[in-house]
């Protein structure tokens, strides 16, 4: 079975760049169809990036320009790329295997969460 593990994150100031990682361990995998949600104190979580089968992506309108996801199918690795952080970015960021067919919607599979924090 397929777990999903996090590297990256960390405390930028606002402005910032940061680079998350979420790579496929203990089983083969594509890496296609994986969303990024976040989830700041008292909020609930929300999606902000997905990378979908065939190469496609989309983005919460929040993180829009600013975040970009991509993959490495060799590496089996999907990464989101944040620039122009703000604190209002602050969050325990999670990845994970979204279910099929174009729902977005999570599946059981996620990433431990890493910790993102935009502070001056």
């Known amino acids: 079975q397929v777990q999903l593990v996090q590297s990256g994150g960390g405390m930028v100031p606002p402005g910032g760049s940061l680079k998350l990682a979420?790579?496929?361990?203990?089983?083969?995998?594509?890496?296609?169809?994986i969303g990024w949600f976040r989830q700041a104190p008292g909020?609930?979580?929300?999606?902000?990036?997905?990378?979908?089968?065939?190469?496609?992506?989309?983005?919460?309108?929040s993180v829009?320009?600013?975040?970009?996801?991509s993959r490495d199918a060799d590496k089996m690795t999907v990464?989101?790329?944040?620039?122009?952080?703000?604190?209002?970015?602050?969050?325990?960021?999670?990845?994970?295997?979204?279910?099929?067919?174009?729902?977005?919607?999570?599946?059981p599979t996620w990433g431990q969460g890493t910790q993102v924090t935009v502070s001056s």
């Open 22 to 33: 979420c790579s496929a361990s203990g089983s083969t995998s594509s890496m296609e169809n």
């Open 64 to 69: 829009k320009g600013r975040f970009t996801v």
């Open 43 to 61: 909020k609930q979580r929300e999606l902000v990036a997905v990378y979908i089968r065939g190469g496609g992506t989309n983005y919460a309108d």
């Open 79 to 107: 990464y989101l790329q944040m620039h122009d952080l703000r604190p209002e970015d602050t969050a325990i960021y999670y990845c994970n295997q979204l279910l099929p067919y174009g729902t977005y919607l999570p599946g």
